[in-house]
């Protein structure tokens, strides 16, 4: 397969303290990679430099053969809103914006209008099972409502990758199932890529193929949670 | 729990807490200062000797506004006006930093703590930083006493620097700043419910009435009536009826400060639905839904601002009140038979004075837009994570910034208006015109003046002038107050470039 996302001889360090020491790692185009390792072994860090969000202090990340290290940050903010979906833990929703209008954010900065914007979202939030919340706000949804507003918003510009960090971690174990089921599915069925950050063998097992790390390089053992490298 | 335990645990917190404290010990200096100050003049003792006339006129000072007993509880006055918007900084410095308060007193919740403790220690908290900025503006004053200690070739001085309130003043505001700072504390608290999981924040789900309007109202309308009504009063019940109109008054200005400070919600509340009903930018969206979510928040952040600014517009009012009677008086002179002498050199001295009060409403304006910048940057710190995953997620960071300043300035430019036309009408209502002379004299016996037709009558013809609205003077004051708003706003955008920075993903 040829790949859409790489990145090659990443290094990344916080201080004196190395985060992602030369790390090497392709993305295909519809491939889902499941990104593993203990607390503090690189995961995010490498997320956040292959979605742009962070620069790296060496190598180089290319996403269909252009190196976006050399982009402007307002050039990587536009390739974040148009061809890649971010998704966290928590903390996402803007708490003033009903369900809909969260969703329909990404598209009114895409330059829709409101009422395109709006059914879009709706629309949306349906295929994710919230399509009835869409006036209500974050505060008076549950975790699991909230998450699926989230992941609603990071697709609902039918990104090219998906960056997923711990997208079910605030989740009950079903929900977070039931959340990824979702994701897994939307992807295959549009083709998206998505590079999904967990330590959970069980939401590992979703992805095609894992790249587990350790100290900020990929994990010599190559064992991983157990899916295989 | 031991007074020691408390205090340690109060004064234990973080990073955050330490800012927290410092803001809040840095306003109780300013407000010791000034209420220190206002103690000192106060104290001034009365010299003169009723017998031949200089009654109570206190010779030691050049500066009339110290000397004259006339005027010193006008500077007294100015000063505690001044304390005002100096406590609400030290109640927005409260504010600030509260989530991680938050997640301390969860934490001692999760330890035992019941929630009356937390409570106690969140006010003892504020309580020690204010008594300490207390003690601090203490010692500020009794430095600035000695460094502005300048007699002059006279032996006279310009302020009562030779002059030191009484111990129990000292001891009144030293305490009485703190007290007033933890009680704000567990005030602020009343909506807060500390658990050992986390804190809940009740929000008031009911969007804001239009009765504020009505006490806004009652402030433009309701001095047109305080006259008459004065007068009535005044002919009907003597000294006590004189004095009821004065005490009406001051309920009339307290009423529109209120009306404009709460009404503030209001306007934020209708300015987000019009944002949000015809906005079509994310920016404009994002501004209008952040309104109608907490239109307090305007009321609660400019509140201090629109006070002085009603008395700012007041102070203006009354300015060109002032003028207008020197310029009728003069005419009056100049068209009686004899000429007069006017108030001549006094003019100054009285515009001076009531330019010394507009310089504290410009003081105030500034210390306003401080507690302003201090709650504008709280609300940043705590929606942090949001704007960084936003930022994360491609929005650009000038569609926040842009957000931000829209949800600044649409409360606050209506309600500026408001403020300076309640403060005006306050002024207006009583003092639309200016009239001197009308009065006579007579130099003949009891008899030939019994004729007010006899040659022995000096009449002086009655001269009345429009007092006009100081609208330049007014312009300026609102310009100013949305000058220093937009460079609090300008803040405000460093505050959310570093807040939105994507380290905050990790340690959010």
Request: with cysteine; hydrophobic share 50%.
């Amino acid at each position: 397969m040829t790949a859409l996302l790489t990145g090659t001889g990443l290094y990344r360090s916080y201080g004196p303290t190395p985060a992602l020491r030369g790390l090497d790692i392709s993305v295909a185009a519809g491939e889902i990679v499941a990104v593993t390792g203990p607390s503090g072994c690189g995961k995010s860090t490498l997320l956040h430099c292959l979605a742009g969000i962070l620069r790296t202090d060496a190598g180089e990340v290319r996403y269909r053969d252009q190196d976006i290290g050399l982009w402007s940050e307002a050039a990587r903010s536009r390739l974040r809103r148009t061809d890649f979906g971010v998704l966290f833990q928590f903390g996402q929703l803007v708490p003033e914006l009903t369900a809909a209008e969260n969703v329909a954010l990404p598209l009114l900065l895409a330059g829709s209008g409101r009422r395109e914007a709006r059914k879009s979202a709706t629309l949306w939030l349906g295929r994710f099972g919230v399509g009835d919340l869409a006036d209500q706000l974050p505060g008076a949804m549950s975790g699991g409502q909230q998450q699926r507003c989230a992941v609603a918003r990071a697709l609902v510009t039918e990104p090219r990758v998906l960056f997923a960090d711990e997208p079910t971690g605030a989740l009950d174990v079903l929900t977070g199932e039931q959340v990824l089921t979702e994701i897994v599915h939307v992807a295959r069925e549009q083709g998206t890529s998505v590079v999904l950050v967990t330590h959970e063998p069980r939401i590992a097992a979703y992805a095609d193929r894992e790249v587990a790390l350790r100290d900020g390089v990929l994990d010599p053992t190559g064992l991983g949670l157990g899916l295989g490298a | 729990m031991k007074p020691a335990t408390l205090v340690r645990l109060a004064a234990g917190g973080g990073r955050t807490d330490a800012l927290r404290m410092a803001f809040t010990a840095a306003s109780a200096v300013l407000a010791a200062v000034v209420l220190l100050a206002a103690a000192t003049v106060g104290a001034v003792p009365e010299l003169g000797d009723p017998g031949d006339g200089s009654a109570a006129w206190n010779t030691r000072y050049s500066s009339p506004l110290i000397a004259e007993p006339g005027l010193r509880p006008g500077v007294v006055m100015t000063l505690l006006l001044l304390a005002v918007p100096v406590l609400f900084l030290a109640g927005q410095s409260i504010r600030f930093g509260s989530p991680a308060r938050d997640r301390r007193l969860a934490a001692l919740r999760l330890a035992g703590a019941t929630p009356g403790q937390a409570v106690l220690l969140a006010a003892a908290e504020t309580a020690t930083a204010a008594l300490l900025g207390s003690l601090l503006g203490t010692g500020v004053f009794l430095a600035l006493r000695v460094l502005l200690d300048h007699p002059e070739a006279d032996g006279r001085r310009p302020l009562p620097t030779d002059v030191l309130p009484g111990i129990a003043a000292f001891v009144l505001v030293l305490l009485l700043v703190p007290v007033l700072a933890g009680l704000i504390g567990a005030f602020l608290l009343r909506r807060v419910i500390i658990t050992p999981l986390g804190v809940v924040r009740r929000t008031r789900s009911r969007k804001p009435r239009l009765w504020p309007g009505v006490l806004i109202l009652a402030g433009v309308f309701v001095p047109f009536v305080i006259r008459p009504l004065g007068e009535f009063l005044a002919h009907a019940g003597g000294s006590t009826g004189r004095d009821l109109s004065i005490a009406g008054a001051f309920v009339v200005v307290l009423l529109a400060v209120v009306g404009v400070v709460v009404g503030t919600g209001w306007i934020s509340y209708t300015g987000g639905r019009l944002l949000h009903r015809f906005g079509r930018r994310p920016a404009v969206l994002l501004a209008g839904r952040h309104l109608m979510a907490d239109p307090w928040n305007g009321s609660r952040t400019l509140s201090a601002l629109l006070a002085a600014l009603v008395i700012g517009a007041g102070v203006l009012g009354y300015r060109a009140y002032m003028v207008t009677q020197f310029a009728a008086s003069d005419a009056a002179d100049r068209l009686s038979a004899d000429g007069g002498e006017g108030y001549g050199a006094e003019n100054s001295f009285y515009l001076n004075s009531v330019d010394l009060v507009r310089v504290a409403v410009a003081v105030g304006v500034v210390v306003a837009a401080a507690g302003i910048m201090v709650a504008l940057a709280e609300g940043i710190v705590t929606r942090r994570r949001t704007y960084a995953a936003l930022v994360a997620a491609g929005v650009p960071r000038r569609v926040l910034g842009e957000s931000l300043a829209w949800q600044t300035l649409t409360p606050l430019v209506p309600a500026v208006l408001v403020a300076l036309t309640v403060g005006l009408s306050l002024v207006r209502g009583v003092a639309q015109e200016a009239t001197a002379g009308g009065g006579g004299t007579c130099d003949g016996t009891e008899a030939q003046c019994a004729d007010l037709t006899s040659p022995y009558w000096h009449l002086s013809p009655e001269v009345t002038l429009a007092v006009p609205v100081p609208l330049g003077q007014l312009a300026v004051l609102g310009g100013a107050a949305l000058l220093v708003m937009l460079l609090v706003v300008g803040v405000g955008l460093i505050f959310l470039r570093r807040s939105t920075d994507l380290d905050e993903l990790r340690i959010a």
